[in-house]
């Protein structure tokens, strides 16, 4: 299975994105997920996550302006970003916690990684 991201693009300062993430096959079960980003030159890092309670955890610099939610029917999270600043711009990769089979373990997934360029 492969998760599949979207959503990503160009957007000027103070502008909103939507990013989606799914699998793209069948599964038994997802656990916590989450949304990374990477920016060039600089390491991966943890941009929201939430787990499959809703329990959510932000960075600090996307807290106030970030949003991560779920919809546990579609196997799908999402990050709504609002606000959008230029050092938002990265890579963003969504992550999943996937059980594919009933006797199988929860292992991570890992998206493609879908672009946002805020730039004016």
């Known amino acids: 299975v492969q998760l599949q991201a979207s959503g990503g693009g160009l957007v000027q300062p103070g502008g909103s994105l939507r990013l989606s993430c799914a699998p793209s096959?069948?599964?038994?079960?997802?656990?916590?997920m989450g949304w990374y980003r990477q920016a060039p030159g600089k390491q991966r890092e943890l941009v929201a996550t939430?787990?499959?309670?809703?329990?959510?955890n932000y960075a600090d610099s996307v807290k106030g302006r970030f949003t991560i939610s779920r919809d546990n029917a579609k196997n799908t999270v999402y990050l709504q970003m609002n606000s959008l600043i230029p050092e938002d711009t990265a890579v963003y990769y969504c992550?999943?916690?996937?059980?594919?089979?009933?006797?199988?373990?929860?292992?991570?997934?890992w998206g493609q990684g879908t672009q946002v360029t805020v730039s004016s």
């Open positions: 939430i787990t499959g309670a809703g329990s959510t």
């Open positions: 096959g069948s599964i038994f079960s997802i656990s916590g």
């Open positions: 992550n999943a916690r996937i059980k594919m089979r009933i006797w199988g373990t929860f292992d991570d997934y």
